[in-house]
């Protein structure tokens, strides 16, 4: 009988020591092998499937609740631990960021983009030829660079490049230097530049080409009922001959049909083409250019023709491949949900531009499109009947494939997540 009495607590033990060992094993570890950190929102349960004999307990019930042995209730924005224990013991932990609760309704519509430069932006420089036949540009030669910004012109800020050009002719027919501040990255300097008569035209120039503003069309991403806060386009609008983003001085977002779509094959990407019906007619102001998207306010909330009630979104970490759909528009007004397949998810800690690699698989959009093209950028991406990422890129080789960003990494640019921080068509360069 004490034989018996000793070896019960040792096969007690014994056994605690295989579960331990079983829990290293390839059988075992998928459940746990955790993130170091794990992000919800509040409001949308999360489960992790675990084993018999084992279960989850939260340091902080108040943030985030279990239920059951291994299903997560976020109740609240902010940070707890989440243990998964054997018994008393815990055996793994999960580091858990509970982010406000937040539903938007996806866009899928077309939209036209109108950006105003911060500034006016330098594009290139302008030779004029004087008298003994030499090239001169004399904003090159005071140092003004391509992908500088002119913010002032003698103290006074600009407006738009047509005020820039009535300056520089004031300044040279009353035979004056003028001084000139520009934005160059992050710095900010003064030059002083001389006028000179261009005598292809008989007025006054500093040898630059300027732009103050950029044109396109893309598709809106989300909006939140509450606030108006949308993002759109996926990807930053970056300046066609410097190929560098615009630092956005305002801007607008314009009501967009699609008249019709230029196919993309392999090798060479198709696009949308749109007019914009209501011209003077805004239905958002922009105030940013970032590189995930441009974001801002609309005017009113839409009625969106395929949701009644907002979705929830998908933290980055719970997108994963397989199938999911686009709303887009390619032809009029009218909002579709295409097919597609997410292929490869990339594993990010940090907001990066390139988040996972999609296929289009719905038949109707491969006849009509080729795939992704140009203005299908911001198209949002639906994944569990929630708002998981935006389409950003096509691939050139392929057109059926591209890129696409989580909507976790477009919320972050917004207020909306509070505790975190297409090609366009430019106007046309004039010479000042």
Do not use: C
Not at 84 to 91: I, T, W
Not at 310 to 328: F, M, N, S
Not at 350 to 362: E, F, G, Y
Not at 369 to 376: A, E, K, L, P, Y
């Amino acid at each position: 009988m004490q034989r018996d009495g000793r070896w019960r607590p040792n096969r007690v033990l014994v056994g605690v020591f295989v579960l331990l060992i079983l829990v290293q094993t390839p059988l075992f570890a998928p459940y746990f092998t955790l993130a170091p950190e794990k992000r919800l929102f509040a409001g949308t349960p999360f489960s992790l499937p675990l084993p018999p004999l084992f279960r989850l307990a939260s340091s902080d019930p108040s943030v985030i609740d279990v239920f059951g042995d291994a299903a997560l209730e976020p109740r609240a924005a902010g940070k707890a631990t989440v243990d998964v224990r054997l018994g008393a013991l815990p055996v793994a932990r999960m580091n858990v960021r509970v982010f406000p609760e937040l539903r938007v309704y996806p866009g899928g519509q077309s939209i036209g983009v109108k950006l105003k430069t911060d500034g006016v932006l330098v594009v290139g420089y302008k030779k004029i030829v004087t008298a003994d036949g030499r090239g001169v540009s004399p904003a090159e030669d005071a140092a003004i660079r391509v992908g500088d910004r002119i913010k002032k012109v003698d103290g006074k800020p600009l407006k738009d490049a047509g005020e820039l050009g009535h300056l520089i002719e004031a300044a040279g027919r009353a035979g004056r230097p003028m001084t000139v501040e520009l934005a160059r990255g992050e710095d900010v300097l003064t030059v002083t530049v001389r006028p000179l008569l261009d005598p292809e035209d008989n007025s006054y120039k500093l040898g630059l080409f300027v732009r103050d503003s950029a044109a396109g069309v893309g598709t809106l991403t989300f909006y939140d009922p509450n606030t108006r806060i949308y993002g759109a386009l996926g990807h930053v609008i970056s300046d066609l001959d410097t190929r560098r983003p615009i630092a956005a001085g305002g801007g607008v977002i314009l009501p967009s049909t699609v008249s019709d779509v230029d196919r993309g094959w392999p090798g060479r990407p198709g696009a949308i083409r749109a007019i914009f019906p209501e011209e003077g007619k805004k239905i958002g102001d922009i105030e940013k250019n970032t590189p995930f998207g441009i974001f801002g306010r609309l005017t009113a909330v839409p009625t969106h023709p395929l949701f009644r009630d907002p979705l929830p979104v998908a933290p980055a970490d719970e997108v994963h491949p397989g199938p999911a759909k686009i709303l887009t528009v390619v032809e009029g007004d009218r909002i579709e949900a295409y097919d597609i397949e997410i292929e490869s998810v990339f594993r990010q800690d940090a907001p990066s531009t390139k988040s996972m690699i999609i296929r289009v698989t719905d038949p109707r959009l491969l006849e009509k499109t080729g795939g992704i093209v140009q203005g299908m950028s911001g198209s949002p991406i639906l994944q569990d009947d929630r708002l998981a990422g935006a389409v950003t890129h096509v691939f050139v080789s392929d057109s059926a494939r591209g890129y696409g960003v989580f909507i976790e990494w477009m919320l972050r640019m917004t207020d909306l997540i509070p505790e975190v921080e297409t090609a366009p068509e430019e106007s046309p360069a004039r010479a000042a």
